[in-house]
């Protein structure tokens, strides 16, 4: 009895019976980046992603263009291009394209893709980014936390995210396995991410 009674009072005296079961084991998603690039300037007029597949990493490579990055994930070769909306790329099948994109005004812009994966409730720290996101997700379900709602991305389901500097917090909310793949325009003269805050859900 006295051992039960000293459990009680460790677990009280630590607060831990005030936290979900779900928020001890909470998960962090993990972040990859896949590639990047910076440029000088970004195309006129309002900007796109197009999300396009090739048979080959050099067939990609070789049809990517200044606002261009190819990446491999998913046992696929990819090719995320920039720019107007309707455009396509010699070779290549087109996947998705979101947009318009927020527009960033900086110095110099980084364009980067991210792989973001992670088992159901898994989540990344409230942060900013000095740009806007857009999000595809290849499995599962993604969403993204903010003081406008939350934004709920499907499987195959391509949107275009918030724009600078606006606290978010990413998850996966699917039954299953997060995969997903995050586009990113901010000015790369800024820290990529910083810590923010948002309200309680």
């Known amino acids: 009895m006295k051992r039960i009674l000293i459990a009680v009072i460790v677990v009280l005296a630590s607060g831990l019976w005030l936290l979900p079961s779900t928020a001890i084991a909470q998960q962090l998603l993990i972040i990859k980046p896949l590639a990047e690039k910076k440029v000088a300037e970004l195309p006129a007029g ?3 992603w197009r999300i396009e597949n090739f048979t080959a990493l050099a067939r990609a490579q070789a049809a990517a263009g200044p606002w261009s990055l190819v990446a491999d994930s998913a046992g696929k070769v990819w090719l ?4 107007p ?4 790329s010699a070779g290549g099948t087109k996947v998705a394209e979101l947009g318009p994109i927020p527009r960033v005004v900086a110095p110099q ?4 893709i991210n792989e973001a994966t992670g088992a159901p409730g898994s989540t990344t720290p409230v942060h900013t980014h000095p740009g806007s996101e857009a999000f595809f997700v290849l499995a599962g379900e993604q969403s993204i936390r903010s ?8 499987v195959g389901q ?3 995210g918030q724009g600078a500097d606006v606290p978010m917090q990413v998850s996966s909310s699917g039954a299953s396995d997060l995969h997903a793949l995050v586009m990113f325009v901010v000015d790369a003269t800024k820290s990529f991410s910083s810590p923010a805050t948002l309200p309680g859900p």
């Open 85 to 88: 909306l309707g455009g396509s």
């Open 147 to 154: 003081l406008h709602g939350v934004m709920r991305v499907k």
């Open 158 to 160: 391509a949107e275009a």
């Open 46 to 48: 309002p900007l796109f």
């Open 80 to 83: 995320f291009t920039l720019g």
């Open 109 to 112: 812009y980084l364009l980067r």
